[in-house]
Each structure stands twice: as structure tokens, then as C-alpha cells.
Nanobody, 115 residues
Framework: QVQLVESGGGLVQPGGSLRLSCVASGSGFSLYKMGWYRQAPGKQRELVAT???????NYADSVKGRFTISRDNAKNTVYLQMNSLKPEDTAGYYC?????????WGQGTQVTVSP
């Protein structure tokens, strides 16, 4: 079981970059499959990117080539580097960790992409 806290969101201009961080507390972070999800108001929460315990990654088509998920197990942290941001990336971004029957969510961090 881990507790997740996201940070790094904010207001950024289109084309800009932002790096989100998710810090996990508790045991077993390195065993978790981690992911970033996002949810815009009135919209379904959608998968942005995942990274396995061994470092394998998957991305939503909408962010491929622009976003990079990574993890630093020594720091119990997963990152989402977001480049070439678009207004449609505006959403609350949520960190998720899964291991066996465990499923943890952070509280989210807001990303707003606007001129």
C-alpha cells in the first residue's frame, strides 16, 4: 500500500512544457505499475501513460511523442514530462499505482494550457 502525492501542475502556454511528479510513501513502490491519468471537467478519466516495475512504458495516442513517463525507484517517484502542450491537455492529472489487489490514487494536480 502506498500513498501518492502529485505536484508540478500549473498554468502553461501552448507549446510549453511541464513536469509532473508523484511521490509515493509506504512500502513496495518499485513493485507497482504506475500510471498517469487525466480528467477534464465533465469528461471520463483517461489513461495518459503507464510504466511497469521494469520500466516498460505505454502512452495514449494523443500524447505519444510529447509526453514521457519515467520513474526513480530510489526516490519513490514517478514523473510525467509533458512537452509541446496543447489546450486539450488541460485536465486534472492523477497518479495511480497498482500492485496485485492494491490500487492507489493521488489527489491530482491541475494542468491548464492556455495563452
Amino acid at each position: 500500500q502506498v500513498q501518492l502525492v502529485e505536484s508540478g501542475g500549473g498554468l502553461v502556454q501552448p507549446g510549453g512544457s511541464l513536469r509532473l511528479s508523484c511521490v509515493a510513501s509506504g512500502s513496495g513502490f518499485s513493485l507497482y505499475k504506475m500510471g498517469w491519468y487525466r480528467q477534464a471537467p465533465g469528461k471520463q478519466r483517461e489513461l495518459v501513460a503507464t510504466i511497469t516495475s521494469s520500466g516498460g512504458t505505454n502512452y495514449a495516442d494523443s500524447v505519444k511523442g510529447r509526453f514521457t513517463i519515467s520513474r526513480d525507484n530510489a526516490k519513490n517517484t514517478v514523473y510525467l514530462q509533458m512537452n509541446s502542450l496543447k489546450p486539450e491537455d488541460t485536465a486534472g492529472y492523477y497518479c495511480n499505482g497498482r500492485f496485485r489487489n492494491l490500487d492507489s490514487w493521488g489527489q491530482g494536480t491541475q494542468v491548464t494550457v492556455s495563452p
